[in-house]
């Protein structure tokens, strides 16, 4: 393999291997360079045509170079670092994510500052620098590993020294301001609301955290990205061995490597020619420029120069070959065969207002440069050099310490002094660009528009032909700029495509909207810490070792670890749940119920308050008893459920489901703040404050009495629906005489850091079943208790579940009440909560099951008369059953209905919800 | 991601708020001498204008306080805001 890199150019090597084979490349190379200076054309074959491609850019514009490696599926080579053993395959086809976990550790930052400068090329560091001045603080980011922008590419000076130096120095002086922080491999990836941009980091394999994103929030923002320079559409042109002229330029100057030996330039503008003029200065033979225009530029030394000619035709399969050319809008087309393995294309330069238009700026077009720049926005951003059409270093330079002062200043800062730009060298002024998109042919099925996703020009005109007008349509229509890199070589092409197509001009199409992310960004990166154990925070008990240590597996609610079932020795779930339904059923039983929400609600109007709250009555509740409680939406349906317990005249203590325990707070700050704020009630969540221990079944009020030789534990002393404080084990205590279970049972609360002491205490009395959330469910479902979200579901009223009596008729209004007198809460047809027993009593139904009347299916669409919301295994009723959703349920007692499941039709007949002592005879134990 | 100022806490991210829909729809006088319809207007219909639009905000990861703020929908600009709410 020939080396195409610079005699005499330095570097440390670096082996590595792509698609198999070992190569050699030098510090400083990405894949890219590395590959070109191998001499390795092809490096990836297209998604959808297979056409063998090469690399056409050299940076995040790389449409065709996608490799793999790692655990990383999809990375472009333009951008890839050489390291020491990289292993890269190109991707052929699809990306395909790895199985391996990604191990790397990835991170966030959040900032501010005064003045953020996207982009550390000639015009950011000059806006960076003057910002700086003032005294504002300043942060700069740029996405590549050397600053300059287009300086490292072109190889041009300022101030006398080389651009790359220059820019370096004096980035690093700005680095040393307290006030400054310069980012480097930092993209600014999207622009949101308010000046917030997000950026990514990419520190590399050996940094703490691989890459970080950052979040900054700024005041005001210089937008200094640049320019790419944009593709023309003719035949041939995804041949390996195309390349934007400046992207060969900057593998000549960045790296010392040259993509060929003899090239031909296709241009529509001067700046090809200054890379032309490298090229030849380096060693690649000039064929001949072929200049869209009828008056050309300067050749370099020895080059041919075709003015007023496009490329008609690439030779060669797999890359370059022969470029042919022919004169433009000539009646005597005379083609001609040039032999070249390489051709630079310029059809021009499109300025990256991608952030500018996220930003929700709109855009202009711009007749001399043909193409859009940043025209009115309401954010606070200004956009500077290349980015908005200034295309000289020196006009660069100006017009970048002008926006950081503009910038600055707009921030409160004052400008002193003003900025002076250094020196560049003269420049020929440019001569008027050319502008032309697409070279006219018979047969479009080889002008490629969108290399990555394989759309020609034929494919824009298929769309056009089928009626299309929009440009945002034509981009859904042919998937034209939907690729890793968004469109943004292909994007303003398309754009005057589809222009060319309907003869509309291409101001008056506009580009497609622009959308963050403006390069790649991985999820892993985006998720940051926020993983695994640290995705959501975790709530554990008080208790929580104790249910570790007897091997409870753990459900989640919400954000809990509840206990889920405590197993026995080769016992598996159904069978500790059957054991532990049956010890509470007939012995004693203890559960952790210390995640129940408990809100305490205080102050001269609370009473008052609860009343509107709830749809019961709760000012009639004396000190020291209890009462269940339901809120409904104002549009009648069930929000929540709980135990309202009353301390005082003026203070309630309100528990509140599980899940439901923030949202129920927040509903009723919500209620004092914006609706009733003449009302002197006060809410704090007390959650934490209590650990929590149902003690359920007939035997639990001699543990209790053994426990708590204080209290008075008989009916009559401590009736069911009323709380006493006591001492239980020693500890200071508020028991509950409630019941979840049907059960006679009691809650003890205590401190929470009193929890295990009072855990362990009724563990030790030897006779007490732990539980858990299951055993509990499969309680409260026998006795008929719903559960709000999952017996409800946001579409059921206090009826629906059979508890009207739980709607208070007395109070004059309560939030929910005007509903229930709505036509549709009456209906006879509304689902019910009802019971289901399956005709097979070791049959379980699957929850989420649908019902329907008849034991055959009819013709779809098949109506469904509601569906199964828990269902669960009985030891005391020896069978399976279920709660249910259904039509008009209760009027359908003793009905069969039918459960489709697959092919099968299971028969179930229906009961009440209430399934166990529905006389409640075994409350009081 | 805006930047909501808080009449409480000042400017603040907009991840520490919940949003609340329009302002100014009270909780009717009586609902009870509301017809179906009147009711279910307050219940069910929102305005849902391009530009200025009156509505609620809660801080709710802040100082948990409820305020109204005017918000121009096309631009995200927010424009003026109330304390009560
Ligand atoms: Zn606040």
């Known amino acids: ?180 922080r310069v980012l480097s491999r930092t993209s600014v990836f999207g622009y949101y609301d308010d000046n917030h941009l997000v950026a990514v980091e990419r520190r590399g394999v050996d940094a703490y955290s691989r890459e970080r994103v950052w979040r900054i929030r700024a005041r005001r923002v210089v937008l200094a990205t640049g320019a790419h320079e944009r593709p023309i559409a003719f035949a041939g042109n995804d041949r390996p061995g195309v ?388 809120m409904c939406r104002p549009d009648g349906m069930v929000f929540d459920d709980g135990t309202v317990i009353r301390l005082a005249d003026d203070r309630f203590l309100v528990t509140t489901t599980t899940g439901n325990a923030a949202a129920v707070l927040d509903w009723m700050e919500e209620w004092l703040q914006t609706e009733w704020p003449q009302l002197r009630v006060y809410c704090t969540s007390v959650t934490e404050h209590w650990a929590t221990v149902a003690l359920a079944g007939p035997g639990s009020r001699d543990v209790l009495a053994g426990l708590a030789p204080g209290l008075a534990v008989d009916a009559a002393s401590f009736p069911f629906m009323t709380w006493r404080d006591t001492e239980v084990a020693g500890l200071a205590a508020r028991v509950c005489r409630i019941s979840f279970s049907g059960e006679l049972a009691y809650e003890i609360n205590v401190n929470a850091w009193d929890g295990l002491a009072l855990w362990e205490a009724v563990m030790g009395t030897g006779v007490v079943t732990p539980y858990g959330t299951e055993t509990m469910h499969v309680l409260r479902a026998e006795k008929g208790y719903p559960i709000v979200g999952q017996d409800t579901d946001g579409t059921v009223t206090p009826a629906d579940l059979g508890m009207d009596w739980v709607v208070s008729k007395k109070k004059p209004d309560f939030i929910g009440k005007r509903s229930f007198a709505r036509a549709d809460t009456s209906r006879p047809d509304r689902k019910h909560l009802v019971g289901l027993l399956p005709a097979d009593a070791g049959r379980l139904l699957p929850e989420g099951a649908h019902l329907v009347e008849t034991s055959t299916l009819p013709e779809p669409p098949v109506p469904t008369l509601g569906h199964v919301t828990s269902s669960y295994r009985s030891a005391v009723l020896d069978s399976t059953f279920a709660l249910a959703l259904v039509s008009g349920g209760r009027d359908r007692m003793g009905e069969v209905l039918y459960v489709p499941l697959g092919d099968e039709q299971v028969p179930v007949t229906v009961t009440s919800h209430i399934l166990y002592d529905p006389e409640g005879a075994r409350r009081d134990g | 991601m805006l930047l909501i100022p808080c009449p409480w806490c000042g400017p603040r991210d907009e991840a520490e708020f919940h949003y609340g829909g329009q302002a100014h729809v009270a909780y009717p006088e009586n609902p009870a001498a509301l017809s179906d319809e009147e009711w279910a207007r307050y219940l069910f219909f929102r305005d849902n204008p391009k530009g200025r639009f009156a509505e609620r905000w809660n801080h709710t990861a802040g100082c948990r306080r409820w305020f109204n703020a005017v918000r121009n929908t096309a631009t995200n600009e927010i424009e003026a805001r109330e304390v009560t709410a």
């Open chain 1, 243 to 630: 390349m934007l002229a400046a992207s060969a330029r900057a593998y000549v100057n960045r790296h010392g490597v040259l993509p060929g030996e003899r090239a031909v330039v296709f241009t529509t503008n001067d700046s090809a020619y200054a890379a032309a003029r490298d090229l030849a200065a380096a060693g690649v033979e000039i064929a001949a420029i072929v200049d869209t225009r009828e008056t050309a530029g300067p050749a370099p030394d020895g080059a041919e120069v075709l003015a007023g000619h496009v490329v008609t035709a690439v030779g060669g399969e797999e890359g370059v070959t022969s470029v042919t050319v022919s004169a433009s809008d000539r009646e005597d087309r005379d083609d001609r065969e040039i032999e070249a393995d390489l051709l630079l294309v310029s059809g021009g330069w499109n300025p990256l207002v991608h952030l500018f238009s996220q930003a929700g700026g709109e855009l202009r077009h711009d007749d001399g440069i043909g193409s859009f720049v940043p025209g009115s926005v309401r954010q606070a951003v200004e956009v500077a050099g290349a980015a908005r059409g200034v295309f000289t270093l020196a006009g660069c330079l100006e017009d970048g310490a002008a926006a950081g002062a503009r910038a600055a200043e707009a921030a409160g800062f004052r400008v002193e002094s003003v900025f002076e730009t250094p020196g560049t060298p003269a420049e020929e002024p440019a001569a008027p660009a050319g502008h032309l998109w697409l070279v006219p042919s018979a047969d479009y099925g080889t002008h490629f528009v969108d290399l990555q996703r394989d759309v020609t020009v034929a494919d824009v005109m298929k769309a056009t032909g089928a009626g299309l007008r929009s440009v945002e349509h034509v981009k859904r229509y042919t998937t034209a700029g939907t690729a890793h890199d968004q469109g943004k070589l292909s994007g303003v092409l398309t754009s005057a495509v589809v222009g060319h197509a309907l003869g509309l001009p291409l101001a008056d199409l506009g580009t497609t909207t622009f959308r963050a992310p403006y390069v790649p960004v991985g999820f892993a990166t985006l998720a940051g810490r926020d993983r695994g154990a640290l995705h959501d925070p975790v709530r554990t008990t008080s208790l929580h070792e104790w249910h570790v240590v007897y091997g409870a597996p753990f459900e989640n609610v919400g954000q809990w670890k509840r206990p889920w079932y405590y197993p026995r020795a080769g016992e598996d779930m159904e069978a500790a749940v059957l054991r532990e339904c049956h010890a509470v059923r007939t012995a004693v039983g203890a559960m952790d119920a210390s995640t129940l929400g408990k809100i305490d609600v205080q102050g001269p109007d609370a009473a008052e308050f609860l009343d509107r709250i709830y749809t019961n009555m709760m000012s009639t509740l004396k000190v020291g008893a209890i009462r269940y409680g339901v």
């Open chain 1, 1 to 180: 393999m020939t080396s195409r890199r610079m005699t005499g150019w330095q570097g440390e090597p670096v082996r590595f291997r792509f698609d198999g084979r070992d190569y050699e490349g030098v510090r400083g190379d990405t894949l890219a360079s590395a590959l070109l200076a191998n001499g390795v054309r092809t490096v990836a074959a297209s998604p959808a045509l297979g056409r063998p491609r090469g690399i056409y850019a050299a940076w995040t514009e790389e449409p065709n170079a996608l490799v793999r490696y790692g655990v990383e599926p999809m990375a472009q080579a333009t951008t890839l670092d050489l390291a020491e053993g990289l292993d890269a395959t190109s991707l052929r086809g699809r990306g395909r994510l790895s199985e391996e976990p990604d191990t790397g550790r990835y991170d966030a930052v959040y900032a501010h500052c005064d003045v953020l400068v996207v982009g550390a090329g000639p015009a950011g560091i000059a806006a960076a620098t003057a910002a700086a001045e003032t005294g504002a603080r300043v942060i700069i980011a740029d996405d590549r590993p050397i600053a300059g922008g287009s300086l490292p590419d072109t190889a041009e000076t300022v101030g006398g020294v080389p651009g790359a130096e220059w820019a370096a120095a004096t980035l690093a002086a700005l680095d040393d301001r307290p006030d400054v």
